[in-house]
């Protein structure tokens, strides 16, 4: 249940980011997407020094 939420808030982040790049418009803020993440996945994220808000938009 978990996995499918985290699954679904990044492909939705994801979604809105084309969407923001197709009509020209800033790229949404990540800050609920982190919010919203796992421990878990908080603790990847930290360990390969991409837990930020910037990076995300980067991926």
Sequence with gaps: WEQNLERFNMDLFRMRCYLASLQGGELP?????L???????KAALA???IFSVSSFHAL
């Design 47 to 49: 360990r390969l020094g």
């Design 29 to 33: 803020n990540p800050k609920s997407l």
């Design 35 to 41: 919010a919203t993440a796992s421990r878990p996945t």
